[in-house]
């Protein structure tokens, strides 16, 4: 329990420094500054898999799976590349949202932080729940690997839907009949007072609707870590450190977003291989390097076939 507590801790401490002290005054994060801090989590993120390996060598957490330290840096690092990859989706809608609703490029640092906050709480409870259901019912972990790959499958012969428009979601039409929406955004505001009535600026809007659509990805992302390990330690953990990251990855992608336009082949391989690794995870497991390899060529493959075919147009 002491390691949860100091990891949330920590996690807590830094989004209060990230606000307070990084970010206290509203300004644009320019490409440079966002590539900086991406490459700090990044890092941060692998420094943390020597951590964990160091905390189960010395049983300072209930270990549930038996797994050995080697294995555990490895399923933390696999669960958080898995993670990464699927934001990438992500971004796009996000990008998409902000410009919908016309949130100035200065404000929008402070949507996703507190769009963050929300989705902390929400994978929390989401994997709470998702290792309760495979505990209990081995069955379950079929029911994950067949949505996966649906998922995969649906990615991969999508025709060209019609475009994402956050004016028009059920979210946004429903969150009008509750509280009163001004189109004109006051600053850094979510809420202004007009004429003796509350109400929700775009900014707040956003956010809402980020925070739902965060939910519908974690519905592919959350069973797709799951397909790595059941430990609720090494899940939550390796998918905090990816949202974390995540801000920092969309004001250094938003804007290059097409040139890794292959990216969602990688991500329909690795959708495809954690379903089919839960399909027969009663008959067959992959080693550990198999499954890290398998993901992290992946992504590799899918970013440099990107950059080369753009750089060939």
Excluded: C
Excluded at 46 to 58: E, R
């Amino acid at each position: 329990m002491i390691v949860w507590i100091i990891f949330l801790a920590l996690i807590f401490l830094f989004l209060a420094l990230d606000l307070g002290v990084f970010n206290k005054n509203p300004h644009i994060i320019k490409p440079k500054e966002a590539g900086i801090w991406t490459g700090i989590w990044v890092s941060l993120s692998f420094i943390f898999s020597i951590v964990v390996g160091w905390i189960y060598k010395n049983g300072l957490i209930a270990n549930p799976t038996d797994i050995t330290p080697a294995v555990a840096s490895m399923k933390f690092i696999t669960g958080y590349l898995i993670e990464l990859s699927l934001s990438v989706d992500n971004i796009f809608v996000i990008a998409v949202i902000f410009a919908s609703f016309k949130i100035p490029q200065k404000y929008q640092h402070r949507v996703l932080f507190w769009g963050i906050l929300g989705a902390i709480v929400f994978r929390g409870l989401m994997i709470f729940f998702g290792v309760i259901l495979i505990n209990k019912f081995s069955w379950m972990t079929y029911l994950f690997g067949a949505f996966l790959i649906f998922t995969a499958v649906k990615m991969l012969f999508k025709g060209d839907e019609e475009e994402f428009n956050p004016k028009k979601s059920f979210v946004y039409r429903n969150l009008r009949k509750i509280i009163p929406i001004t189109s004109h955004a006051d600053g850094e505001h979510f809420f202004v007072k007009r004429r003796h009535i509350t109400a929700a600026t775009p900014l707040f809007v956003a956010l809402i609707v980020i925070e739902v659509m965060d939910m519908l990805f974690a519905l592919d992302s959350v069973p797709a870590i799951l397909a790595i390990t059941s430990d609720p330690f090494l899940v939550f953990s390796s998918n905090i450190f990816a949202i974390l990251g995540l801000r920092s990855m969309y004001f250094f992608l938003a804007n290059m977003l097409e040139r890794f336009s292959y990216l969602e082949y990688s991500l329909i391989a690795i959708l495809t291989f954690v379903g089919i690794k839960m399909l027969i995870i009663h008959y067959y497991k992959f080693p550990e390097w198999v499954s890290l390899g398998f993901i992290a060529l992946s992504l590799l493959a899918g970013i440099v076939i990107s950059i080369r075919k753009n750089d060939s147009n």
